[in-house]
């Protein structure tokens, strides 16, 4: 049983837009919510990772914004470009990965 | 520093023939795993590690066994290669959640 739900499973955006992806978790003893990124070919390697001490963590285009209430976390990447075309998985304690996102940025 | 070293990089198979793949970390993560991604498709657990001896099913172990002699090396077993066995195989160590990968291995089975 999957510990999160990922959405949407694809999302095409034009260059220059944002990227929004949602996490949805059940358990909230969760203390690490992780973003990967795996680019074709490649093998996933973190993006960025948050705690749930704080809200929003920002590294350069990438912002992870966390919702305790909500049991939700989110990956927004800013002014998209096309080397962002990748598949994002956000990643439970127990690392079973569920489907991903695939994000397609257009020239 | 390698970081997790996957062996080897591409593979074909006979059906019914066995193989194991190789997966080495130098980083002393006491925490493996084994996934394997079929094409368009998300990362599923074959097999995953706590630790040395100590090994624990995923979500698809069928057709597949692994070990752990030793902190750094986790090898994946492929018994009677089957077609539905072809897939990209990634190894992984992790410590405190955040994951590390290999490259992964390409497998066909023909």
């Known amino acids: 049983q999957q510990q999160v739900k990922q959405s949407p499973q694809s999302l095409i955006v034009q260059k220059g837009g944002i990227s929004i992806i949602n996490c949805a978790y059940e358990?909230?003893?969760?203390?690490?919510f992780p973003w990967y990124q795996q680019s074709p070919g490649k093998g996933p390697a973190l993006l960025i990772a948050?705690?749930?001490?704080?809200s929003e963590k920002k590294e350069g285009r990438f912002t992870i914004s966390f919702n305790k209430s909500a049991k939700q976390f989110s990956l927004h990447i800013m002014d998209s470009q096309p080397g962002d075309s990748a598949t994002y998985f956000c990643?439970?304690?127990?690392?079973?990965f569920g489907a991903g996102t695939r994000l397609t940025v257009k020239p | 520093n390698a970081g997790v070293t996957q062996t080897p990089k591409f593979r074909i198979l006979k059906i019914g023939q066995s193989m194991t793949l190789q997966c080495t970390q130098d980083?002393?993560?006491?925490?493996m795993y084994w996934y394997r991604q079929d094409p368009g498709m998300g990362l599923k657990l074959i097999y995953y590690?706590?630790?040395?001896?100590?090994?624990d099913k995923g979500e698809v172990p069928n057709g597949y066994n692994v070990s752990r002699s030793t902190t750094e090396d986790f090898p994946l077993r492929l018994e009677l290669a089957a077609p539905s066995q072809t897939s990209v195989y990634f190894c992984?160590?992790?410590?405190?959640?955040?994951?590390?990968f290999g490259q992964g291995t390409r497998l066909t089975v023909v």
């Open positions: 590690s706590v630790g040395a001896g100590i090994t």
């Open positions: 358990n909230t003893a969760f203390d690490y």
């Open positions: 948050i705690r749930p001490d704080v």
């Open positions: 990643a439970p304690p127990d690392m079973r």
């Open positions: 992984a160590s992790s410590l405190g959640g955040e994951a590390f």
């Open positions: 980083m002393n993560h006491n925490y």
